[in-house]
T-cell receptor, first 112, second 112 residues
Framework: ELKVEQNPLFLSMQEGKNYTIYCNYS?????LYWYRQDPGKSLESLFV?????AVKQEGRLMASLDTKARLSTLHITAAVHDLSATYFC????????????FGEGTQLTVNP | DGGITQSPKYLFRKEGQNVTLSCEQN?????MYWYRQDPGQGLRLIYY???????QKGDIAEGYSVSREKKESFPLTVTSAQKNPTAFYLC???????????FGNGTRLTVT
């Protein structure tokens, strides 16, 4: 059974600081996705990582994938309040028949 | 504009009643998914369908049923057999296995 673990689950940051969210998964996969969810809202796609070593950047967020370590990171640079949200990673297992398994989510709060 | 429409946004039912949640997409995506989200938790897969007239159980299918008679539509029925139906239900679709999921805005179901 595929397990996806994120840490930390809760993160409180000061504006302007950097931090990294980690996503570990238990079985072979080369497709990993990051999503953002604002309170009471649906999920919005942030990044699609499709190969070992993939790196994607959008604004203050950068995501990377290491399939050998079964690890993805979401790095936040110079955080701003607007980044406050819950961030989920999701893994598409190679033999799962097109189903995604989600991590528990990391609730990020950026304080002024 | 293409997208996924879930209705209604809020739904209230009495215990023992079946209820059907609607999900319609005009993105021409083959694959569609139903996830359940409980407060402060990640998403758990209920059912998914990769093609019309075919669907597979996810991790928590007990007490739920689906149909996929048309490409655009993937309704979810929450039956009286589902022990804890109160939750936020999210429908999603995607174009290919290399694509992210596109989510609807969700239906918040409360059963009392």
């Amino acid at each position: 059974e595929l397990k996806v673990e994120q840490n930390p689950l809760f993160l409180s940051m000061q504006e302007g600081k950097n931090y990294t969210i980690y996503c570990n998964y238990s079985t072979t996969s080369d497709r990993l996705y990051w999503y953002r969810q604002d309170p009471g809202k649906s999920l919005e796609s942030l990044f699609v990582l499709l190969s070992n070593g993939a790196v994607k950047q959008e604004g203050r967020l950068m995501a990377s994938l290491d399939t050998k370590a079964r690890l993805s990171t979401l790095h936040i640079t110079a955080a701003v309040h607007d980044l406050s949200a819950t961030y989920f990673c999701a893994v598409d297992k190679e033999t799962s028949g097109s189903r995604l398994t989600f991590g528990e989510g990391t609730q990020l709060t950026v304080n002024p | 504009d293409g997208g996924i429409t879930q209705s209604p946004k809020y739904l209230f039912r009495k215990e023992g009643q079946n209820v059907t949640l609607s999900c319609e997409q005009n993105l021409n995506h083959d694959a569609m998914y139903w996830y359940r989200q409980d407060p402060g938790q990640g998403l758990r897969l209920i059912y998914y369908s990769q093609i019309v007239n075919d669907f597979q159980k996810g991790d928590i299918a007990e007490g739920y049923s689906v149909s996929r008679e048309k490409k655009e539509s993937f309704p979810l029925t929450v039956t009286s057999a589902q022990k804890n139906p109160t939750a936020f239900y999210l429908c999603a679709s995607r174009r290919t296995r290399n694509s992210p999921l596109h989510f609807g805005n969700g239906t918040r179901l409360t059963v009392t």
